[in-house]
């Protein structure tokens, strides 16, 4: 059964660095997004985006985020300037339509 | 916005049934889900309803949707110790953004 991956599982950094969180949706999905899960708190969104552009974003997804599909596989989230209050567990999802979201197991990232 | 409660914790006996519980504000929401997170794991999709549905079955899953009371649950039969995870209530909101509960975290007790 075809899944959305995520890479890597875990990264730590420090802060002010940059990251890309990688992500490869499932093949025929059109509609990709990130999600973030602070530890103890509830599941955020961030942003999707479709046909190669952002189509929403939260108020959570500023300046310091951006995302690309560099390619017919991948969907990045990067993060110019890391922050403390960035550490979370980061989901991105696949849809075909806009509707059933298939997650990805998730990059808990760690900024120290 | 919309929002989207759900208790913290289910603990229920092994053979049980466990029922966990959702509200929601938004009754516009169209699609309405339950993913389950399991340690460590990430959030796997369990079942949806589409909001034109009362109830859907699915082997031991069984959702009840009350638009009315904006109120969505989720009944797992037999409960096993293999369902030990924490239940997340989803829903689409007008710009096909999920909002999620807090999730349910379900304890088996044998």
């Known amino acids: 059964e075809p899944e959305v991956t995520q890479t890597p599982s875990h990264q730590v950094t420090q802060m002010g660095q940059e990251v890309i969180l990688r992500c490869v949706p499932i093949?025929?999905?059109?509609?990709f997004y990130w999600y973030r899960q602070i530890l103890g708190q509830k599941v955020e969104f961030l942003v999707s985006?479709?046909?190669?552009?952002?189509?929403?974003k939260s108020e959570i997804f500023d300046d310091q985020f951006s995302v690309e599909r560099p390619d017919g596989s991948n969907f990045t989230l990067k993060i110019r300037s890391t922050k403390l209050e960035d550490s979370a567990m980061y989901f991105c999802?696949?849809?075909?339509?806009?509707?059933?979201?298939?997650f990805g197991p998730g990059t808990r990232l760690t900024v120290l | 916005g919309e929002d989207v409660e759900q208790s913290l914790f289910l603990s229920v006996r092994e053979g049980d049934s466990s029922v966990i519980n959702c509200t929601y504000t938004?009754?516009?929401?169209?699609?309405l889900y339950w993913y389950k997170q399991e340690p460590g794991a990430g959030l796997q999709l369990l079942t949806y309803?589409?909001?034109n549905m009362d109830m859907k079955q699915d082997q031991r899953l069984t959702v009840l949707l009350n638009k009315k009371d904006k109120h969505l649950s989720l009944r797992i039969a037999d409960t096993q110790t293999g369902d030990s995870a924490i239940y997340f209530c989803?829903?689409?909101?007008?710009?096909?953004?999920?909002?999620w509960g807090a999730g349910t975290k379900l304890i088996i007790k044998p």
């Open positions: 999802a696949s849809s075909n339509l806009a509707d059933t979201q298939y």
């Open positions: 093949s025929n999905h059109l509609y």
């Open positions: 985006f479709y046909n190669n552009e952002i189509s929403e």
């Open positions: 938004d009754s516009s929401s169209t699609y």
């Open positions: 309803i589409f909001s």
């Open positions: 989803s829903v689409m909101d007008s710009n096909y953004q999920l909002i």
